[in-house]
């Protein structure tokens, strides 16, 4: 077996397979079992990258090399002057410790060695698309992962990433992924991928990184739109995309009222309230304190945890492990010179300053560090993300070595299916049909709940308004001194209503008799068009 080609199959394999490893083993099934698997790939990514000359072909900018090394040691230091050295090498329950930093940056280190960075992309994208299709068997109320007892009560989806936040996290990585290579190959199974992303993105119900993947959306569209040839493309991912938020949109309550609460936890989280995005505020207020007394090598890795912080109100019981900004917790735990190279590094390698050639590496990277913003690396996402910086790495060294060539676009397996875009103006019929198919089962999905939801809304306006009129009808039994056999006029009844009521459903109001329940007309057809019965 050739060993390049080996290294290529390796990291292959880990894209498209260790979004799927849960190992249902102890009290944690999504932590554990990856953290071995990455063990091993790490190891196995070491070997073959020796013998397959890997190494030797590595060529990465002189100060993004040196970036690396400072980096990794700043954390090695951190970790040795821990006070729990089991926690800082192997990490807490998360599995973040330097351990799993160190092969993070051995997977960095092999991606960054491979000539083609782009053949990775597809494996990549068909893990996200599985992980995508678990959740949303998730929000359809079947749920095939094994997960433990505590997970059972979840009502939105986390795929095979054991939360909500870190599925969106590695979602928000991918997608952009998703769009690149719909662009480019005009293959519409990417088109499809995009829509399974997209919906698994909304379902996750995560503010934070639906915020971060339109930024990324928009800089996409934006660097795209320059080529007339792509913007048909980009119009069927926009139609694509917002067909899937719609119809879920629609078909789910507890969706609505998320994306509903954007505004006010904005507005809260400006006022700085502790409370604001679901207490993220005070978890990066108590993080801050304990950042001047550890700057230069932090409290060590995830030793957070160890520092006795408990959320506020109801949530007492819980206790604070993580900052939720991987920047500020990068500061906390491994100090502020770390954080800094960590930042130098990103910049150097994304590079974004450099148009050409940088999708999709810089937004894949540029979503994962926005969403950041407002979570934690975890052990299911980081990996990835560091395959991701590697392959931009080995892009950038196309770039470094032969100014003008791009490594994306020079990929066999892509361009052996990329027509010439110029001659490509309208879409082709198989685009077409997957668009009207997805739209068709996304539509059949979302109406009849919204229609059982707009027949609800309608029900409790209908209850409303006749408790106004039975309240109406009291006030004037009292003013008037009606006995209760006394039927009053409509007209008397609403003088003492703001506005006269209406049954949105289309009935006619009974004012009835005093002491007797109004009724409507409507609930002969839909009982919940009447007065709860007076217990």
Not at 351 to 380: C, K, N, Q, T
Request: with cysteine; charged share 15%.
């Amino acid at each position: 077996m050739n060993p390049e080609r080996s290294t290529t199959r390796l990291l292959s394999l880990f894209a498209l397979l260790f979004p799927l490893v849960v190992v249902p083993v102890g009290n944690e099934f999504f932590y554990q079992g990856r953290f071995f698997v990455l063990t091993v790939v790490g190891c196995a990514a070491f070997y073959l990258g020796w013998a397959g000359g890997d190494w030797r072909r590595l060529k990465l900018a002189p100060a993004a090399g040196g970036a690396l090394a400072a980096f990794f040691l700043l954390l090695l230091a951190s970790t040795l002057q821990a006070p729990d050295a089991t926690t800082a090498w192997l990490g807490s329950h998360r599995c973040t410790g330097f351990l799993t930093w160190l092969f993070c940056g051995l997977l960095f280190l092999l991606a960054a060695a491979q000539p083609e960075p782009a053949a990775l992309l597809p494996p990549l994208v068909r893990g996200g698309m599985a992980v995508a299709v678990f959740t949303w068997l998730q929000h359809a109320g079947l749920n095939l992962v094994p997960h433990e007892p505590f997970r059972d009560g979840w009502l939105n989806g986390y795929g095979t990433m054991g939360n909500p936040n870190f599925l969106a996290g590695y979602v928000v990585l991918l997608l952009p992924a998703a769009w690149f290579l719909y662009l480019r190959t005009r293959d519409a199974r990417w088109l499809a991928a995009a829509a399974l992303l997209a919906g698994a993105l909304l379902i996750s119900q995560t503010r934070g990184a639906w915020l971060a993947a339109a930024g990324v959306a928009l800089g996409f569209a934006a660097a795209s739109w320059r080529r007339p040839a792509a913007r048909p493309r980009l119009a069927a991912l926009g139609a694509v995309t917002a067909g899937v938020a719609i119809a879920l949109i629609l078909a789910s309550g507890p969706l609505r009222e998320r994306a509903g609460s954007i505004g006010a936890e904005v507005s809260a989280a400006g006022r700085l309230e502790a409370k604001a995005g679901s207490s993220r505020i005070f978890m990066w207020r108590e993080t801050l304190r304990r950042l001047p007394a550890h700057w230069a090598l932090g409290l060590g890795l995830d030793h957070l945890g160890r520092q006795g912080i408990r959320l506020p109100g109801k949530h007492m019981d819980a206790w604070v492990d993580k900052a939720h900004n991987i920047f500020l917790e990068l500061a906390v735990t491994a100090g502020v010179p770390a954080l800094l190279l960590y930042l130098a590094l990103l910049a150097l390698v994304l590079r974004p300053w450099e148009v050409a050639g940088w999708l999709p590496w810089g937004l894949m990277g540029g979503g994962y560090l926005l969403h950041g913003l407002f979570s934690i690396d975890v052990i299911m996402v980081l990996p990835l993300f560091w395959l991701t910086l590697g392959l931009a790495a080995a892009a950038a060294r196309s770039r470094w070595l032969e100014p003008g060539t791009n490594v994306a676009i020079k990929n066999a397996k892509i361009q052996s299916q990329e027509a010439p875009m110029a001659r490509w103006r309208a879409f082709t019929l198989i685009e077409i049909i997957i668009v009207v198919t997805i739209i068709g089962l996304l539509a059949i999905l979302a109406i009849p709940s919204f229609l059982k939801s707009r027949a609800l809304s309608r029900a409790n306006i209908c209850v409303n308004n006749l408790r106004l009129i039975d309240s109406a009808k009291s006030i004037l039994a009292l003013e008037k001194r009606l006995e209760e056999e006394v039927v009053p006029s409509e007209a008397d009844v609403d003088k003492y209503i703001k506005t006269k009521p209406f049954c949105p459903a289309g009935g006619t109001y009974d004012y009835a008799s005093i002491g007797e329940a109004p009724k409507c007309s409507y609930a002969t057809e839909d009982p919940r068009h009447a007065l709860p019965a007076s217990p």
